[in-house]
């Protein structure tokens, strides 16, 4: 039984490494193209890690240089995406109490931690910045922004790894059904590329370090996938109740129809087939739809052997073989929190557009993976729901549902 309603997306809002908007996004995803580079700092030649897949724009450069000062590139990025994603939504008028806003983040602002504690270890405490702590605050990205958009109705931060934006979408749901609000901006945000961080997942065997063409290293399915390639960026989407929506004469990309959170409680790493197919018979539950109602399927599929056959194995399980799935950490990489709502992006899209983006580098599709992954070209087709799925570290697991 559905909760209480559907929730109307009317605003989209993105940054990654395929463009500065959501937009060149959206684009760079039907065209296959790939946001994955050689890394070319100085400080990454002694890693063994060699690509990543950073943004295709310093969001510093596209704010008042007194303003990007005081935030770390994570609230940077959230704030450029939250404004795209309201301005698209035509800035809805909303009383501040009623407003509210919801930013997920897997490491917060993990930059300034570790450049501000290289600046006390090297220069003493009179050279931090006095900006620090709310610079390196997770809750940061959605403070900044609630006071950005003068949101009242709370301003809240999920921090549940790979799966944090994804879940700031759920929560941003059940706000609205629950009464408390009439508007969220929801979504997430991550700027973590650092030698610490990279070295770190490398050090856990989680990302690729090949060192061939960078374009070619992610790949989700494929059987020569090796790990994930580490990426930044933001989405962010505006969610109303239907009923102010309407009264404003809004236009809506599709509908939030469903979603769910669990917990595998099984491992601090692994995937779970199991707690994963269980998060989307749920959410299909409360989007009141049966599986084959669901035409699409944006899988997490980070690109790593285990966590891409338990997705699969999950995905033939609830939803069976019929969907077309895609895999776009192919091209963007895996912005972490952030990949939640970049993944519900194209998912929406995809039913809006009739398009479904095809997962590159998928050359020779794993045979234990009994899917219909969309590969080669993006595929043309009517749907009428999309499931997109999100998976963190801990055991997160985010399962969402949205109709055209």
């Known amino acids: 039984m559905t909760r209480n309603g559907r929730v109307l997306v009317t605003g989209v ?163 609205i059904r629950s009464g408390r609000a009439d508007v969220v901006v929801a979504g997430g945000v991550e700027a973590c590329l650092h030698p610490f961080t990279i070295a770190a997942f490398a050090q856990m065997k989680a990302l690729s370090t090949q060192s061939v063409d960078p374009e070619t290293v992610s790949r989700p399915f494929d059987v020569k996938r090796s790990g994930f390639v580490m990426g930044e960026g933001a989405g962010m989407m505006v969610l109303e109740r239907t009923g102010f929506a309407r009264a404003r004469g809004a236009r809506a990309y599709g509908t939030l129809a469903g979603s769910a959170v669990s917990s595998s409680a099984n491992h601090i790493t692994a995937s779970d087939a199991e707690g994963q197919a269980f998060t989307m018979e749920l959410a299909l539950r409360d989007a009141g739809l049966a599986p084959a109602d669901i035409g699409v399927v944006h899988a997490h599929a980070t690109s790593t052997d285990s966590g891409d056959l338990a997705e699969a194995e999950a995905i033939g399980r609830v939803i069976g073989s019929h969907a077309a799935v895609t895999a776009t950490k192919s091209m963007t990489g895996h912005m972490m929190g952030a990949s939640g709502t970049v993944g519900a992006m194209a998912a929406l899209f995809a039913l809006k557009d009739g398009t479904v983006p095809a997962t590159r580098n998928l050359d020779e599709l794993d045979p234990r993976v009994e899917l219909d992954v969309v590969r080669g070209e993006r595929r043309a087709g009517q749907w009428s729901a999309a499931l997109a799925n999100s998976f963190g570290f801990g055991g997160h697991n985010v399962s969402l549902v949205f109709t055209k």
């Open 13 to 175: 809002g993105a940054m990654t490494p395929l463009g500065a908007d959501a937009p060149s996004s959206w684009s760079g995803l039907l065209d296959g193209k790939s946001g994955v580079r050689f890394l070319e700092e100085e400080w990454a030649a002694d890693l063994p890690v060699h690509v990543a897949a950073g943004l295709t724009v310093d969001p510093a450069s596209l704010l008042p240089r007194a303003e990007a000062r005081r935030l770390d590139r994570g609230e940077q990025v959230a704030i450029l995406s939250a404004r795209e994603a309201w301005q698209d939504a035509g800035a809805p008028q909303v009383e501040p109490d009623r407003l509210a806003v919801v930013i997920g983040t897997g490491t917060g602002g993990v930059l300034t931690t570790l450049g501000q504690d290289d600046v006390f270890e090297r220069a003493g405490i009179r050279r931090l910045s006095p900006f620090a702590v709310p610079m390196l605050m997770p809750n940061g990205p959605a403070a900044w922004v609630s006071m950005d958009l003068g949101a009242k109705g709370g301003a809240r931060t999920p921090v549940s790894a790979c799966a944090s934006g994804a879940e700031a979408l759920a929560l941003g749901q059940d706000l």
